[in-house]
């Protein structure tokens, strides 16, 4: 009786602190509505209306997607190779290339965003390297760009594509490799036929680690980002500041929500599968 | 294969240059007497003059003294509730709402903050509404809605230690007499001690650091320091916190560093006493 009573207490219970982030939107939505009184019925759909007549939501929504997509395609491309060097390097180096990955990570975020103003503004570090090297004459325009974004998304979420990426190479049985050699296939077609096959789940689990947050990321386009394209993360948090618009933001976070939706279950499978993996 | 090492060790060379270049830039200018920070003054280079500023500055260091606060206090709650769903999700088999529970406690690792902001928000204001609790925006909150989101990670963490370790001793200990109750406290809680401890460090950190779910539940009087940094920040670069983020990045880093060669040490006299134990019967 005690174990059966005492779980279902706490699930209870932790169920009650679990509704809170499960619940965005829709419930304080609704009652948000019944609190402004006049506005109830029309405001409702008005504002998923405004989110598809507005081509500015829309442009925004685009431009988020692109951005992330982008930036975690570079993430993967750097991450990969850095991921693999470090699961074949020898085992005692392993663990010092590991902490080095992750000792960024324990630094403050907004900091490291921080740093590459100081790098990409026209008097910054690069312009002025480059500049006294003389290898551009004219300081280039690197800040508040799209590839400022680009820089800024792929190094602040760079670890979180390495790691998964890292602990599935880190496993791979090796003497298929030899097999293929043994066989007389070249380093590259080994590569290309075992290798990455064998590491899809950590490109997948790295490259949704990276895309989810990025899509909606508020610091680094507010920081790096171009003044004229906004994202949707800035959109939203504009609406609710500046604007005061909560019930267009809650609309903004819905539709966001329900776009992430899909790789956010994606993530979710993987990860539960990952589990039930270690516990054999 | 080994012909190969020096593509993947410029790799990996490239790829940390590009991790540690910014940070290493950022504390090397907070030495610079320079307002405009990135050009460096030689003539009164280096100084210590926006450490000395930074320490006058009473604001930052209140908005300092709440972070703490809060990242101590909600890394705790985050602590007690975090195992409490890693021992249900792994130890009570399945039952009614395990997969409903199991997908809220990762939910919020992958959540965009900006929609976990909005989220609290909302609700803070509706239960305030409803039951007049919590009254106004501020401290609580703030501590509220990051245990909310940093107990996903303790989750995570307690899980995949008790995943590890073999339940036969529990069962055990059940066996031969003891309680429940003994058997959590004498042997599960020991057990997962470690991974207690990193997912509250972990909780901190993340705590500590956060900006965007922050600035959505605060309230007039709390801001905390990353929200600080982040409206300074906005304005452009500015030394004192070239300064502030020197300080900050060389804690984290010996903290680091001392718990890795602590866990290292503990390691090592681990096998030792082993070989001890072994070469002491015959």
């Not at chain 2, 007049?132 to 703030?142: E, F, Q, S, V, Y």
Request: proline share 5%.
């Amino acid at each position: 009786m005690v174990f059966f009573a005492i779980p279902f207490a706490i699930v209870f219970k932790i169920s009650f602190s679990y509704m809170v982030p499960a619940q965005p939107g829709y419930a304080p939505l609704l009652e948000w509505f019944a609190e402004t009184q006049r506005l109830v019925a029309t405001f409702n759909l008005a504002n998923y209306q405004v989110l598809l007549q507005d081509t500015l939501y829309l442009s925004t929504f685009l431009y988020s997607l692109k951005v992330a997509a982008f930036s975690t395609v570079l993430c993967l491309l750097l991450g990969y190779p850095m991921a693999y060097a470090i699961a074949r390097s020898a085992p005692t180096t392993r663990n010092l290339f590991l902490m080095l990955i992750i000792l960024p990570f324990w630094t403050s975020f907004l900091l490291r965003v921080y740093a590459w103003i100081g790098l990409l503004k026209t008097n910054g570090v690069i312009n002025n390297t480059l500049l006294s090297l003389g290898i551009i004459d004219q300081p280039l325009v690197l800040l508040y760009t799209d590839f400022a974004v680009y820089v800024g998304i792929v190094y602040s979420y760079l670890p979180f594509m390495i790691l998964p990426l890292y602990s599935n190479l880190e496993k791979h049985d090796l003497t298929l490799l030899e097999a293929a050699a043994d066989l007389g296939a070249r380093p590259v077609k080994a590569f290309f036929k075992i290798t990455l096959p064998l590491s899809m789940p950590g490109v997948v689990a790295g490259c949704l680690l990276v895309f989810i947050p990025a899509v909606g990321e508020f610091v680094i386009p507010s920081l790096l980002g171009r003044t004229d394209q906004l994202m949707i993360g800035t959109v939203l948090s504009a609406q609710f500041f500046g604007a005061r618009n909560w019930p267009v933001a809650s609309a903004v976070a819905i539709a966001l929500l329900l776009l992430l939706l899909l790789p956010i279950l994606l993530f979710q499978r993987y990860q539960q599968r990952e589990l039930e993996a270690s516990r054999r | 294969m080994n012909d190969r090492g020096w593509f993947r060790n410029s790799i990996l060379g490239l790829g940390l240059a590009f991790l540690y270049i910014p940070i290493l830039s950022m504390m090397f200018f907070s030495f610079n007497n320079s307002r405009l920070v990135t050009v460096w003054d030689a003539e009164n280079s280096p100084t210590l003059r926006w450490y000395v500023r930074l320490f006058e500055n009473e604001q930052l260091l209140g908005a300092a003294w709440i972070s703490i606060k809060i990242a101590a206090l909600s890394a705790s709650g985050a602590a007690i509730l975090g195992t409490l769903a890693g021992l249900v999700l792994t130890r009570f088999g399945p039952f009614r709402g395990r997969a409903l529970l199991s997908a809220m406690t990762t939910a919020p690792l992958v959540m965009p903050e900006v929609i976990m902001g909005i989220a609290m928000l909302l609700l803070f204001v509706a239960l305030e509404q409803m039951i007049g609790w919590p009254a106004g925006r501020g401290l609580l909150t703030i501590t509220i809605a990051h245990v909310t989101f940093t107990m996903a990670y303790v989750t995570v963490v307690v899980q995949s230690r008790l995943a590890g370790f073999d339940d036969a001793l529990e069962e055990a200990a059940l066996d031969l007499g003891a309680k429940p109750a003994t058997v959590f406290f004498k042997i599960t809680l020991p057990l997962i001690m470690p991974a207690i401890v990193s997912g509250w460090l972990l909780a901190f950190t993340l705590s500590w650091d956060d900006v965007v779910i922050s600035q959505f539940v605060s309230g007039p009087g709390s801001s905390t320091l990353p929200m600080e940094i982040f409206s300074r920040v906005r304005r452009g670069v500015s030394p004192d916190i070239n300064a502030l983020a020197t300080i900050m990045v060389l804690i984290v880093a010996t903290g680091v560093v001392a718990s890795t060669i602590w866990m290292k040490r503990q390691e090592r006299k681990r096998l030792l006493e082993e070989q001890m134990a072994r070469s002491d019967t015959p």
